[in-house]
C-alpha cells in the first residue's frame, strides 16, 4: 500500500468520526434528551474552547518531544472513551464534560493529521500543494458517508451516533500507530528556553502578513461555526410551517446539508490550480465572498421548488467558502514556516479557526438569533443576512489589510521565507 493510499485512509477515518455527530447531535439533545437551546450552545461551545488550548500544546508536543504518530492515536484513543461515555450520559452538565474532554482530544488531530500528511509527502518527494489536497478530500468522502450513514440508518435522534463514532476513534487509534514514524526536532543547547516550550510559533506574529492571516483565520473561523451550529435548526424550523411538515428538507435535512460536504470534493481538487494561478490572497477573497452568499442564500431559501434551489446552491458554494480557506489556509502556512516549527504553526492555525473563532462566533451568533427570536419563532431572513454582511464586510477590509505579492510563473506558497 503505498503512503498515499496510506494517508487516504487516516484522512477518511479522521472525518468519518466527526461526520457522525457534529451536524446530529443537537438534534438528539433537543428531542431525545429534552435540552434546551442554552444547553445544546454550551455543549457544542466545547470545541471551540478546546480549540483555543490543545492544538498549540499538542502541536509543540509533537515538534518537541512526542512523535507525531503516536501523540495522534493516543488522542484518538481518548476520544474513543470519552464518545463512549457521552452516548450513555443524560444531563447537559455530563454531556459537556464528555464532549469537551472528547474536544481537547480531538481538535488537536486535525492538525496533527495535516502534519503527518506534509511530513509524509516530503519525504517521497512530492509536493504538498499538488498531493495534499487530494487527499485532504477522503477526509471529506468520510465526513459525507457518515452523515449519509447516520441519517439513512435514522441514528440523528439516537446515541448510537456516539457509539459509532467511538468505534471509529479506536479503529483509528490503533491504525495510525502503523504510519510512520514522524521525529522531533533536534534540540540544541543553544535553543532558548521558549524554543524549548515550542513558543518560537508564535513569533509569526511578528511578520504583518502572518500576523493579519491569523487575525482572519479568527474571524472566518467564527463564521463557520455559525453555519455548523445553525444550519440545521433553520432546516427543521420549515417544520413549523405545515405545508412543509413533510418536505424532503424537513424529513433529511442532514442529507441536505450534505451536499455542502460533497460540493467540498470538487473545491478541494481545484485548490493547486487556483493557488498557483492565483494566490492565496484572491483565493481567500473567494472564500470570503462565497460565505456572503452562503447566508445570503439561506435568507432566501424554503422547500418551495425555487427556494430549494437557492438552498441547494448555497450547499454548493459551501465547498468553496471552507475548502479555500480552511485547506488552502493550511497550505499556505506549511509553506510559509520553519520545518522546526511545523506542527507548532497548524496547531496556531487551527487554535485562531477552531479555537478563539469558534468561540467567539458561537456566542455571538448566538446572541443574533436570541434577539431576531420573538415567542419561539426565528427571523431567519434576517438573520442569515446579518451574517452575509458580516462576510462581505470582512472581504473588503481583507482587501486592503492583507498584502502579498503573488507570481504567477512560480508555485506561490512554496518559497519557505525562513
Request: net charge positive; aromatic share 16%; with cysteine.
Amino acid at each position: 500500500m503505498t503512503i498515499k493510499v496510506r494517508l487516504k485512509v487516516m484522512a477518511f477515518l479522521q472525518y468519518f468520526i466527526w461526520g457522525c455527530w457534529l451536524t446530529t447531535l443537537g438534534s438528539y439533545m433537543i428531542n431525545t434528551l429534552s435540552f434546551s437551546g442554552a444547553d445544546v450552545g454550551w455543549v457544542y461551545s466545547t470545541k471551540g474552547i478546546a480549540a483555543v488550548i490543545m492544538p498549540g500544546l499538542v502541536g509543540i508536543l509533537a515538534d518537541k518531544w512526542l512523535r507525531a504518530n503516536r501523540l495522534y492515536a493516543l488522542c484518538h484513543l481518548s476520544c474513543a472513551a470519552a464518545l463512549f461515555y457521552a452516548a450513555q450520559v443524560n444531563t447537559p452538565s455530563l454531556m459537556f464534560w464528555a464532549m469537551l474532554i472528547n474536544a481537547m482530544a480531538f481538535m488537536p488531530t486535525i492538525a496533527l493529521s495535516n502534519t503527518i500528511s506534509y511530513y509524509c509527502l516530503e519525504k517521497e518527494g512530492l509536493d504538498t500543494v499538488t498531493h495534499f489536497p487530494p487527499i485532504r478530500v477522503f477526509g471529506t468522502v468520510g465526513f459525507i458517508l457518515a452523515m449519509w450513514s447516520v441519517s439513512l440508518l435514522r441514528f440523528e435522534l439516537s446515541n448510537i451516533q456516539l457509539y459509532l463514532a467511538s468505534a471509529c476513534s479506536l479503529l483509528l487509534a490503533l491504525y495510525a500507530l502503523t504510519l510512520p514514524s514522524i521525529p522531533t526536532a533536534r534540540q540544541s543547547q543553544e535553543k532558548s528556553w521558549a524554543s524549548r516550550v515550542g513558543l518560537d510559533a508564535f513569533v509569526l506574529f511578528k511578520q504583518p502578513r502572518m500576523a493579519i492571516f491569523f487575525l482572519f483565520a479568527m474571524l472566518l473561523g467564527a463564521v463557520l461555526q455559525i453555519t455548523n451550529t445553525f444550519g440545521n435548526p433553520f432546516l427543521h424550523d420549515f417544520a413549523r410551517n405545515p405545508a412543509f411538515q413533510d418536505s424532503v428538507i424537513v424529513r433529511y435535512p442532514s442529507m441536505l446539508l450534505s451536499v455542502s460536504q460533497i460540493a467540498e470534493v470538487v473545491f478541494i481538487l481545484a485548490i493547486p490550480f487556483f493557488l498557483k494561478r492565483f494566490g492565496i490572497k484572491r483565493v481567500m477573497l473567494i472564500s470570503m465572498l462565497a460565505w456572503t452568499l452562503r447566508f445570503g442564500l439561506f435568507a432566501f431559501g424554503d422547500p418551495t421548488p425555487f427556494g430549494f434551489t437557492l438552498l441547494l446552491m448555497s450547499m454548493i458554494v459551501y465547498g468553496c467558502a471552507f475548502d479555500f480557506f480552511n485547506i488552502s489556509g493550511s497550505v499556505f502556512v506549511e509553506q510559509e514556516v520553519s520545518p522546526r516549527i511545523r506542527a507548532s504553526a497548524q496547531g496556531l492555525f487551527m487554535t485562531m479557526v477552531n479555537g478563539i473563532g469558534a468561540y467567539v462566533g458561537s456566542i455571538l451568533s448566538g446572541m443574533v438569533v436570541d434577539y431576531y427570536t420573538v415567542d419561539g419563532l426565528k427571523d431567519w431572513q434576517t438573520i442569515w443576512l446579518i451574517f452575509a454582511a458580516y462576510a462581505l464586510l470582512l472581504a473588503l477590509i481583507f482587501t486592503f489589510a492583507f498584502r502579498y505579492h503573488h507570481q504567477p510563473e512560480k508555485p506561490p506558497i512554496l518559497q519557505n521565507s525562513h
